[in-house]
């Protein structure tokens, strides 16, 4: 492996390990106090979370502009009034005016979203009509007046509608393969290199480095391992001597009475 492809596997594995990194320092109180002492301030663990998430891809939503934002509500506006509203208008209208409920209703309900608004601006235009209209299409207005539905109400109406015209469609996202943003892995591999480099300089807790990523927990095989290996003077066995065929016990030498 070249040092160029191996510097790469580095670099891409920064995201992971600046992580760990910035999570210990976070939330243990030593490895903090340690950093503390060696000029990792809150600026430096900040900015460690920016490169981390530059590095990542993420990027903040957009807060909505104001005037759609306006747009929107009036939409809101417009869904919330409809039901209530037309309930008012044709309880008033089909009792005194029934010719006129018939022209203001034909084919209109309330809707939900969007058609709410359509809905809304025909029942304005048609009670423009009736106020326009003859002897009883104006009496049929002024009849709405007695029940609340004012000029002034009719006008606010009005003016949630034009609002509600300039909303902005939402937008369908579309997903894309996205490059890896090698300048801002980069800097993050710089930032936890530099970090970490202080950190294995000044902590000597094992378990403080596997926490913050800087050193691995030991296996039981390495354990293992390391408890058999041979002793530095070995055993060595005593020589087997085995009797040659036909040869016999030796006799025990005779006792010399004095």
């Known amino acids: 492996m070249s040092t160029k492809s191996y510097q790469q596997q580095q670099i891409e594995a920064a995201p992971e390990r600046a992580l ?22 809150d600026a430096e663990q900040a900015e460690g979370w920016q490169l981390l ?19 929107r509500q009036a939409i809101i ?4 009034w409809d039901e209530a509203g037309y309930r008012r208008i044709h309880a008033a209208l089909e009792r005194l005016h029934p010719e006129q409920d018939t022209i203001v209703f034909a084919g209109l309900e309330a809707n939900r979203g969007p058609s709410a608004v359509l ?10 009509q009736l106020e326009a209209g003859s002897a009883e299409d104006r009496a049929a207005i002024a009849t709405l007046q007695k029940r609340g539905i004012t000029p002034s109400v009719r006008q ?17 996202p579309v997903v894309e393969s996205v490059p890896s943003n090698q300048q801002a892995l980069e800097a993050l591999y710089a930032w936890h290199r530099d970090w970490s ?8 807790r094992r378990d ?21 290996e041979p002793s530095s003077s070995p055993v060595v066995a005593a020589p087997v001597v ?17």
């Not at 976070?26 to 002492?37: E, G, P, V």
């Open 208 to 228: 403080h480095l596997i926490l913050m990523g800087l050193a691995k927990r030991r296996t039981r095989k390495t354990d293992d391992a390391a408890s058999e």
């Open 53 to 71: 998430l530059a590095a990542s891809g993420y990027a903040a939503p957009k807060p909505s502009h104001d005037a759609d934002a306006a747009a």
């Open 156 to 172: 606010h109406l009005r003016g949630l509608l034009s609002l509600a015209q300039t909303a902005k469609p939402a937008e369908t």
């Open 20 to 41: 760990l990194f910035l999570r210990a320092v976070a939330t243990n109180q030593r490895i903090r106090y340690a950093m503390a002492s060696v000029g990792y301030t």
């Open 77 to 80: 506006e417009l869904d919330d």
């Open 119 to 128: 809905g809304v601006a025909i029942l304005l235009d048609r009670l423009d």
């Open 197 to 204: 480099e202080t950190a294995r300089a000044i902590i000597r």
């Open 242 to 258: 085995t009797p040659e065929v036909g040869a016999t016990a030796a006799s025990p030498a005779p006792t010399t009475t004095p």
